[in-house]
């Protein structure tokens, strides 16, 4: 799988994490115990997606220019969203860029 699909792996499954958050909190606030089992079951499935998709190929092999501009995209992400993975991700991707120029 190309690097570039897995980004959009990674995406969708971010997107599918914060519904199963928000379908969690809503059965919080209602007390529905179907939207907080459907919000943890979503949550864990988007997890298990970003594992999944998090296995990318070396990051020290790519075009360092566009490393570099995806690593800061990826980590103004992570922070916008409190997702720490995105955001050592973009660290990741930012240093390799800088490698060896």
Do not use: F
């Not at 809503?26 to 919000?39: A, D, Q, R, V, Y």
């Not at 409190?82 to 990741?92: F, K």
């Amino acid at each position: 799988m190309s690097a570039h699909n897995n980004n959009i792996d990674l995406i969708y499954a971010h997107a599918e994490y914060v519904k199963g958050a928000v379908e969690e909190s809503i059965g919080n606030l209602t007390g529905s115990e179907s939207w907080k089992e459907s919000g943890i079951k979503d949550k864990d499935h988007a997890l298990a997606s970003m594992r999944s998709a998090s296995n990318e190929p070396n990051v020290e092999d790519r075009n360092k220019s566009v490393l570099g501009a995806e690593g800061k995209v990826e980590k103004a992400a992570g922070w916008m969203t409190g997702c720490q993975g995105m955001q050592h991700n973009g660290d990741r991707k930012i240093e390799a860029s800088n490698s060896n120029l």
